[in-house]
């Protein structure tokens, strides 16, 4: 009587569990598909940064006034814009300019950003209330305001529209780091480190820096997105690159005018920063996870 009793208690788990594994399994899955269909779209997008000859041989810069306003076709796969030229091309050419514009940005923000967060977490407590105030008042601008007041300041290019996405991604980065280093530092192996006798400088190279740094690699990937879009936001308010120049936010500034006579002059190249960011998004997610569960075995 007790063995029957307790059987169903006993299944019960076993029953449950099978939905939960299969659960997991699935979502597994759709994280590897998810990630190689990233990878791909990362791939293609440097692809066209690097040779975009290989993937669009039509000039972007090319006028056809016979041919404007002309919808996506054989001919032209994401049609043509209002001076006849390809937006397909444009859209292939641009890559370059926007991935350097987003990984120059980014380089500008960690650089501010680990130099500002170890003066705060290495230097005493004066020197880190200073790090202190200068990230709160960065942050106390909207990144794409500070951006604005910049680019206002010192007139738009591809060069200023780096620099003032880099400041305006450097508070983040900044607070990240020095809370890093401050962590690292009081921890247990750098105790041991200093016990060892080790010198100031080698428990600084060996230890505290490489330590702190490693959740920067996967903000790298997050970062390049984020800036590629608020350059994109700043080339469409008309103060990034300026036309003819094929750059994804300088073709939405041009297409907003034609919307409704030409709606794929926008359509095409905003699609693309939305899937090229999601891309990396998707790829620093699984950094993540790999880093986290590497952390923890």
Do not use: C
Not at 29 to 46: D, G, I, K, N, T
Not at 180 to 191: C, D, F, M, N
Not at 252 to 276: E, H, K, S
Request: net charge positive.
């Amino acid at each position: 009587m007790t063995a029957l009793a307790t059987a169903p208690e006993t299944a019960a788990p076993a029953a449950g569990s099978r939905p939960r594994a299969r659960r997991a399994r699935r979502a597994t899955a759709l994280r590897s598909v998810s990630f190689w269909l990233a990878a791909v779209v990362v791939v293609l997008v440097l692809l066209a940064a690097v040779a975009p000859g290989l993937l669009a041989p039509q000039d972007p810069l090319e006028i056809s006034l016979g041919e404007s306003f002309d919808g996506p076709s054989a001919a032209h796969v994401f049609g043509t814009d209002q001076s006849g030229r390809d937006v397909f091309s444009r859209v292939v050419h641009g890559a370059g300019q926007s991935l350097a514009i987003g990984l120059g940005a980014t380089a500008i923000g960690l650089v501010g950003a680990i130099a500002l967060g170890l003066l705060g977490g290495l230097g005493g407590r004066l020197a880190d209330a200073s790090v202190t105030r200068v990230i709160e008042v960065l942050y106390a601008f909207p990144g794409i305001l500070l951006a604005l007041i910049l680019i206002a300041v010192y007139g738009s290019s591809a060069l200023t529209q780096m620099v003032a996405v880099g400041v305006a991604t450097m508070p983040g980065y900044a607070r990240m780091v020095r809370g890093q280093v401050l962590a690292v530092k009081g921890s247990l192996y750098v105790e041991s480190a200093r016990a060892l006798g080790h010198s100031p400088a080698r428990i600084l190279t060996r230890t505290i820096l490489p330590n702190a740094f490693r959740p920067l690699t996967v903000l790298v990937t997050l970062g390049v997105g984020q800036a590629i879009v608020w350059a994109a936001a700043l080339g469409f308010l008309g103060m990034g690159v300026q036309p003819p120049t094929a750059e994804w936010g300088a073709m939405l500034n041009a297409g907003r005018t034609y919307i409704q006579q030409a709606w794929w002059m926008d359509f095409f190249p905003g699609i693309t920063i939305v899937v090229f960011t999601l891309s990396l998004t998707v790829l620093g997610r699984h950094l993540q996870r790999a880093a986290d569960s590497g952390a923890s075995r």
